[in-house]
T-cell receptor, first 113, second 115 residues
Framework: GENVEQHPSTLSVQEGDSAVIKCTYS??????FPWYKQELGKGPQLIID?????GEKKDQRIAVTLNKTAKHFSLHITETQPEDSAVYFC????????????FGDGTTLTVKP | DGGITQSPKYLFRKEGQNVTLSCEQN?????MYWYRQDPGQGLRLIYY???????QKGDIAEGYSVSREKKESFPLTVTSAQKNPTAFYLC??????????????FGEGSRLTVL
């Protein structure tokens, strides 16, 4: 089955700096790669996703890049703000069932004011 | 507003008792899921259902049971057979059109503690 590894497990940055979180996956048939943000005591919320037919996607301060050959994808957050502090999860899935995604173990991002 | 409602938010249980966690959605999604989240770990799939009256085991289904009698509802029962039930449980739903994967919408979770 699919295996997703996420690094780093914790990340601390100064407000205004950039943050990068990386994930690798093992199943070359995976074709959907979402990123979720989870605030304390709440459920995860999708912040950006990418499908295997594109290499990069951007939404304001957030971007995701995908390297299918190397089987890795990354989340980039620029101009970080304290409200970006949360746990971020990457995931990978194939076929037509997003709910069967395999999730990474999460990265706790802390943005210091 | 549309969304997913989980209840209760916190639940305490004695060993040997079954408990049922509620999940209701008004998003008109066909697919619903239950995940378990443990500290420092990703989400692990317990059960999922892509259509009413049908559900499938996920990666860690042992000790759990579900039902899907209505499109809006997907309750999870944590049975006494679950060896380590203390965890944060998340319910989610998504469009399941059989063509493309899509966003998961999560509830706010239920924290179960076994005393």
């Amino acid at each position: 089955g699919e295996n997703v590894e996420q690094h780093p497990s914790t990340l601390s940055v100064q407000e205004g700096d950039s943050a990068v979180i990386k994930c690798t996956y093992s199943d070359s048939a995976s074709n959907y790669f979402p990123w979720y943000k989870q605030e304390l005591g709440k459920g995860p919320q999708l912040i950006i996703d990418i499908r295997s037919n594109v290499g990069e996607k951007k939404d304001q301060r957030i971007a995701v890049t995908l390297n299918k050959t190397a089987k890795h994808f990354s989340l980039h957050i620029t101009e970080t703000q304290p409200e970006d502090s949360a746990v971020y999860f990457c995931a990978a899935s194939r076929g037509t069932n997003a709910g069967k995604s395999t999730f990474g173990d999460g990265t706790t991002l802390t943005v210091k004011p | 507003d549309g969304g997913i409602t989980q209840s209760p938010k916190y639940l305490f249980r004695k060993e040997g008792q079954n408990v049922t966690l509620s999940c209701e959605q008004n998003l008109n999604h066909d697919a619903m899921y239950w995940y378990r989240q443990d500290p420092g770990q990703g989400l692990r799939l317990i059960y999922y259902s892509q259509i009413v009256n049908d559900f499938q085991k996920g990666d860690i289904a042992e000790g759990y049971s579900v039902s899907r009698e209505k499109k809006e509802s997907f309750p999870l029962t944590v049975t006494s057979a679950q060896k380590n039930p203390t965890a944060f449980y998340l319910c989610a739903s998504s469009i399941a059109n059989g063509v493309k994967t899509g966003e998961l919408f999560f509830g706010e979770g239920s924290r179960l503690t076994v005393l």
